[in-house]
């Protein structure tokens, strides 16, 4: 599903080089499509968030797990001082690992930060929980191969901070808004490299951020659409009978 497992491949299996298809994961844009999520569904989940309209939200979808490093995340806010207090909104399921969950209270605790974390568990409403925030991080601490939620966020027109490794380095595009860019990719696990990312992304005016989410947007529908996902699909079995 990306160029990062098929690069692992070849290097073991050298002689399937020639076998090998690349086919990126899509998302359904016109589900995640921020112009068709109302307002008032905005305003109701960050309610049921206990968030204010106003406020700024950093959002990081999966799983609630250490090797998603949602606890960098945490640290990294940390770091920014008590002028820069955006909520973070962890949604995602932690299937039972309640230590990692007192972890990362009791770190949040420690920073400063206790009453900004959002613990908002398993989502069935990702279109509005998307909608409702104004960045998304996907702080990784282990290469992914695909990595569906940056699209899934890039598809709903918000900026994206990810991990450099994996399949993250070929659906993120780290330039400035001006340049196509849809947000920032940072050395994985590292801190103080999420920190500076997190400062340049909050410092940002708006009509920067918003040209990083329409980037995004387009990033997506030229290369991760489920259409494009399956038609290549289908161009494999063509290739196969033909």
């Not at 112009?35 to 968030?49: G, H, L, P, T, Y």
């Not at 909608?131 to 992914?144: G, K, S, Y």
Request: glycine content about 10%; some cysteine.
């Amino acid at each position: 599903n990306s160029q990062y497992p098929a690069q692992q491949i070849v290097s073991v299996y050298p002689h399937a080089a020639d076998k090998l298809r690349v086919i990126p994961r899509g998302c359904d844009g016109g589900a995640l499509a921020r112009e068709n999520i109302s307002a008032d569904a905005v305003s109701a989940k960050r309610c049921q968030w206990g968030v204010p309209d106003a406020a700024f939200v950093i959002l990081c979808p999966a799983r609630v797990t250490h090797l998603k490093g949602q606890h960098v995340l945490i640290e990294a806010l940390g770091q920014l001082g008590s002028a820069v207090r955006p909520y973070m909104v962890l949604v995602g399921s932690a299937q039972g690992r309640d230590a990692y969950v007192a972890e990362l209270q009791a770190l949040a605790q420690r920073v400063g930060l206790a009453d900004k974390l959002v613990l908002a568990g398993l989502e069935s409403d990702m279109p509005s929980a998307y909608a409702a925030a104004n960045l998304a991080v996907v702080p990784t601490i282990r290469p992914e191969p695909f990595g569906r939620t940056c699209i899934e966020a890039q598809a709903a027109k918000l900026p994206v901070i990810a991990s450099n490794g994996g399949g993250f380095r070929e659906t993120v595009i780290a330039e400035a808004p001006q340049k196509g860019g849809t947000g920032w990719l940072v050395e994985m696990g590292a801190v103080d490299a999420l920190a500076q990312a997190l400062k340049e992304a909050l410092a940002m005016p708006p009509e920067a951020l918003f040209q990083l989410g329409e980037n995004g947007r387009k990033n997506v529908e030229a290369q991760f659409t489920q259409a494009a996902m399956c038609d290549r699909t289908l161009n494999v079995y063509r290739e196969l009978i033909g």
